[in-house]
């Protein structure tokens, strides 16, 4: 069990956001060593001792008490699984981060047909707004759906036509 709290403190000292069980198990799991069971037991009891914390119903984050036992303790944690639980931390926190930058919304207008808001941007301010319309629900979900997907290429594909060099009347 030592282990399993071990590496919780570790995968919960490299999270950006709080997470739910499922997915500290999800970024913990490494190997077949780690049970679900194990994490649910090893969790409410990081919570009594005071290393980790709920937050925003059954989400967790670390604390300060957490982060001064992972410090100490962290060497503990095989490195193969160290380096695999640092990369699966690294995909959702990139993940997480992107999602707060790319936005979409969808609205249906009095006329029946949709609008879909679109925007990516930056920690400053928008890089890109657009509005868009779609003349079914089913349309504008794939039109915000793709945008998520593809926000930066079309952010560069726009900037890349709107940029190039003028073109000569002959």
Known sequence: MLDVKLLILYVMSRVMYPIDMQKIYELAYQDDCLSYFDLAQAVPQMVDSGHLEKVEGERYQITEKGR????????????PVMQRAQAAVDRFNRAVQRSSFVKTSIRQRESGDYTVCLSLNDEVSD?????????TQKHAVRLASAFKENAETIYRMIMDQLLAAPKEDT
Request: with cysteine; net charge negative.
């Open 68 to 79: 001064e036992a992972c410090a100490v303790t962290e060497d503990a944690v095989p490195y």
């Open 127 to 135: 890089l890109l707004r657009m509005e868009l319309m779609a003349p």
